[in-house]
């Protein structure tokens, strides 16, 4: 499914700011107006570094579904992200030691994940859209989502 059913025929892209001083100006939004298919497997690093296996390991699958209010919504592994009742950091801070690393205290519709201190945590994001679009994870890496390619955008958070 794609989060377009039926594909709008003006502009359907959306740019948005990552705000933390609202009196900074933001910076003007890029018009892209295609995505071009690559191969990420022909990357380089600039430095070579050794492959760092993970500590933890977190498979997200991407995709858009219908509601039943006929809207669509994006979801990590079939949710689709509904702020909980009490913000996520006050409980964290709030609640009771023995289970703050208890997931289902953030709340059902969060797909909240506890990672361990200082571990090197892996990510798998999987995109099911039959579109491409923007992913912003909170790593602060901007990443294109399609099927076949993924791409580290620097600088631009």
């Not at 205290?105 to 798998?124: D, E, F, K, R, W």
């Not at 994001?125 to 294109?144: F, V």
């Amino acid at each position: 499914m794609s989060v377009f059913q039926n594909v709008p025929s003006d502009h359907v892209d959306v740019t948005s700011w990552v705000v933390y001083d609202e009196t900074a100006p933001n910076d003007p939004a890029d018009l892209v107006e295609s995505y071009p298919d690559w191969d990420d497997t022909l990357l380089t690093p600039l430095v070579p570094e050794s492959v760092v296996d993970p500590d933890e390991s977190y498979e997200l699958d991407v995709d858009f579904n219908t509601l039943d209010n006929g809207e669509n919504y994006a979801s990590f592994n079939s949710i689709s992200y509904m702020s909980p009742i009490v913000p996520t950091l006050l409980t964290a801070l709030s609640a009771p030691a023995n289970y703050t690393n208890n997931v289902t205290i953030y709340g059902t519709s969060t797909n909240a994940h506890v990672l361990s201190h200082n571990n090197m945590i892996q990510i798998v994001l999987n995109n099911y859209d039959t579109g491409k679009h923007p992913c912003t994870i909170p790593t602060w890496l901007a990443l294109i989502c399609s099927p076949l390619a993924w791409a580290y955008l620097p600088g631009r958070l």
